[in-house]
């Protein structure tokens, strides 16, 4: 190869690292992306069910249920993310209970003020009271 061929590509390698960089880089962010918005709904979704289970309990109430979900969505991700919780008496299958519902919006990749708004919602049959005989 003569001299004068190399001299000519000299440069390229650069180029073809932008090229390469351009359809790489924003395929990484998203999945990035896609990654936290379903980490955030899974934790999100785990605290509106165990917040309908308790409450479920007996002698327990929706605010303790509201509070419950709220203690775990902080533990596990941030007061930040919720945007509202809620619990009120439902129908489960036909059967008393109560629904969890939790609205949430997560950032782009975690940094700005807007982002993809998140609902899930959790629910749970009310226990019955126990009989005395």
Not at 62 to 82: H, I, R, T, W
Request: glycine letters at 10%; a negative charge.
């Amino acid at each position: 190869m003569s001299a004068r061929a190399r001299t000519g590509e000299r440069g390229a390698a650069v180029v073809d690292f932008v090229l390469v960089l351009l359809v790489l880089l924003p395929l990484v962010l998203g999945i990035l992306q896609l990654a936290l918005v379903l980490h955030v709904r899974n934790t999100l979704a785990s605290a509106a069910s165990e917040g309908a289970r308790h409450a479920a309990v007996a002698g327990s109430s929706a605010p303790a249920g509201a509070a419950k979900a709220q203690e775990l969505v902080d533990g596990a991700l941030s007061e930040e993310f919720s945007r509202s919780v809620s619990v009120r008496p439902a129908l489960v299958g036909g059967a008393p209970g109560f629904e969890t519902v939790i609205e949430a919006e997560v950032a782009v990749l975690g940094l700005g003020d807007t982002g993809i708004r998140v609902r899930v919602e959790g629910h749970a049959i009310a226990e019955r009271a126990a009989v005395q005989p």
